[in-house]
Nanobody, 123 residues
Framework: QVQLVESGGGLVQAGDSLRLSCAAS????????MGWFRQAPGKEREFVAT????????YYSDSVKGRFTISRDNAKNTMYLQMNSLKPEDTAVYYC????????????????WGRGTQVTVSS
């Protein structure tokens, strides 16, 4: 079992940057692949980015590639999502997720989820 808590969301203007954090506790963080998803009202949960246990592999959705960077610090039990050049279309609740299996791009690949943090981008 692992507990996940997101932080760092807020209200920003288009073009601004935010860094989200996901703090993990309960089990060894390095045992888990990690991912970020987002969900806007009335829409399905959308894959954003994923990172493998040792950071050897990262993968991004086309909509955020080149603007967002996923990273992790296993010594701090924390995963990050650096979001640059934010657009109004990025507005959503952002969730971090963990899996004891290989990190993937679908929600079903993940075992544990945080409660989410709101990101709102105004135009």
């Amino acid at each position: 079992q692992v507990q996940l808590v997101e932080s760092g969301g807020g209200l920003v203007q288009a073009g601004d940057s935010l860094r989200l954090s996901c703090a993990a506790s309960g089990r060894t963080f390095s045992n888990y692949g990690m991912g970020w998803f987002r969900q806007a009202p009335g829409k399905e949960r959308e894959f954003v980015a994923t990172i493998s246990r040792t950071s050897a592999f990262t993968y991004y959705s086309d909509s955020v590639k080149g603007r967002f960077t996923i990273s992790r610090d296993n010594a701090k039990n924390t995963m990050y999502l650096q979001m640059n050049s934010l657009k109004p279309e990025d507005t959503a609740v952002y969730y971090c997720a963990a899996t004891s299996r290989m990190a993937g791009t679908t929600p079903g690949a993940y075992d544990y989820w945080g409660r989410g943090t709101q990101v709102t981008v105004s135009s």
